[in-house]
């Protein structure tokens, strides 16, 4: 079933293109689905997403493109949420983005919502789930199934029907459809075209790896310390680029190459976070487009195409999900089940 590929998570990040295609059809041209008290809820409450690990990231990525859209959002991680649930007004909308449907903390957070009045909306792969069941409403991400442990055509196939569900929820057409409709076919152009091989090899040495980017690309930046860590066990962390001078400095030397992911609107400040981490003797790998000021600055480029900024992170995350699994196979690791890690938790 692995039809060729030495494993599910290679599979997998090559089936992104066609995923996304199914995620996306019907739902350009008509809009995607929505229910009605989620077009209607009350302006000025916010959306609120719960989830955990890559499914958190993706809710922390919705809700970048949500509130471009001066509509208010905010992620919470599921176990906290329903440990510390915050207070709840009338019409409150919680979203829980599950690519199983069935992982405890976010049933119980979702569940938390729904008993203190709140609507629920699952965002889930799975139709017959519990999240899609017990939540109001559902919509579907269409990934198809994921065997590998660590998420990855579901990550992609979540951020883009959350940004089909942006725009919906948007007053004014944003032009993001138009560049969703081409998505598609620029990641399979960063998957034929990808270094991460070779970059992988360049890093394998490396005593820390570290993820920085703003807006999209912090939640990328987190997804790419994770994908690293849960199957290289490498030591990876993602920082919002401008907090490094608030501590995490402090880890940067010449042996923690510093992957600083650009997405086409934060240009300047990440040259800025760039030459912070080069002054501390940090090798930098852009992810980014190759004519930016980024990849100029940077020792190697792990390039993508241009595209619009919202969807750049997507394309950036792929090639991280690449060097992971290279560095994975690098370290000789087992890629499809790591350690300590089950594809569907299901205790909280
Ligand atoms: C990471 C990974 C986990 C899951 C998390 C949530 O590669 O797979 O972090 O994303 O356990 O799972 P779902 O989306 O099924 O709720």
Redesign the pocket.
């Known amino acids: 079933q692995k039809e060729g590929y030495d494993h599910y998570m290679l599979k997998e990040i090559h089936e992104q293109p066609m995923a996304l295609r199914r995620a996306l059809r019907g739902r350009i041209d008509a809009g995607i689905e929505v229910p009605a008290w989620l077009l209607d809820h009350p302006d000025g409450v916010p959306v609120r997403f719960v989830?955990?690990?890559?499914?958190y990231h993706a809710a922390l990525y919705a809700v970048e493109l949500l509130q471009k859209r001066g509509i208010s959002a905010q992620a919470s991680l599921a176990s906290e949420f329903a440990t510390s649930p915050p207070p709840l007004v009338d019409g409150s909308v919680v979203v829980g983005v599950?690519?199983?449907g069935?992982?405890a903390d976010?049933l119980g957070a979702l569940r938390r919502a729904s008993e203190a009045g709140a609507r629920t909306l699952a965002v889930t792969n799975v139709v017959g789930s519990t999240a899609a069941r017990e939540c109001d409403d559902a919509i579907f991400i269409r990934a198809g199934p994921e065997i590998g442990?660590?998420?990855t055509k579901?990550f992609s196939s979540q951020v883009v029907t959350l940004a089909l569900l942006a725009e919906r929820l948007a007053d004014a057409d944003t032009g993001i459809l138009q560049a969703l409709s081409t998505v598609p076919d620029a990641l399979q152009y960063v998957l034929d075209h990808t270094t991460a091989p070779q970059v992988a090899r360049t890093y394998a040495d490396a005593s820390a790896y570290f993820f920085v980017g703003r807006g999209v690309a912090h939640s990328v930046s987190l997804e790419g310390a994770?994908?690293l860590k849960?199957i290289s066990y490498e030591h990876a962390e993602g920082f919002p680029a401008g907090e490094l001078k608030h501590g995490p400095l402090a880890l940067v030397t010449p042996e923690t190459p510093v992957f600083a992911i650009e997405t086409g609107d934060h240009s300047d400040r990440m040259r800025g976070t760039v030459e912070e981490v080069q002054a501390r003797g940090a090798p930098v790998v852009a992810v980014t487009h190759p004519e930016s000021a980024v990849a100029a600055a940077a020792e190697t480029v792990l390039p993508i195409p241009e595209t619009h900024p919202e969807l750049a992170g997507l394309l950036a995350n792929a090639q991280l999900q690449l060097l992971s699994y290279h560095t994975a196979r690098l370290l000789d690791r087992p890629v499809d089940k790591p350690r300590n890690l089950a594809k569907?938790?299901t205790v909280e």
């Open positions: 989830a955990c690990g890559t499914s599950t690519q199983s069935e992982t976010t442990v660590a998420a579901t994770l994908k849960e569907s938790v």
